[in-house]
């Protein structure tokens, strides 16, 4: 994967509704689910709903297949795992097995400041 890949799916991601829509299509994997049961379980109107499917399906983030009139969306997990592969690649100095070690997170992987900490903080 390259960088290029990576900035289009994370400014896919980059919206509440694409991020729960993907989180629903892995819960729903492999079978994946028809727009209308998306729409539905989310409460979201169809065609905002068109507008972000259609920005993840060009994305790569999910794919689409025809079933009669049903669009059938499905998400792209072998993608997010390359994704995810890309971030750890060089984890640990180019080792990501170790990444995976208890003690090698706990000491090398883990943020010096959390992001709650950062939201919760007023400025003085």
Known sequence: MDTQLATT???SLASAVRLDVYRLLVKNAPAG???GEIAGQLGLPPTNLSFHLKAMTYSGLINVTAEGRYQRYRANLLLMHDLIGYLTAECCTGHPEQCFE???VSTCCEPTLSLSSTQTDSPS
């Open 9 to 11: 799916i994370f400014e």
């Open 33 to 35: 689910l028809v727009a």
């Open 102 to 104: 208890a003690d090698a």
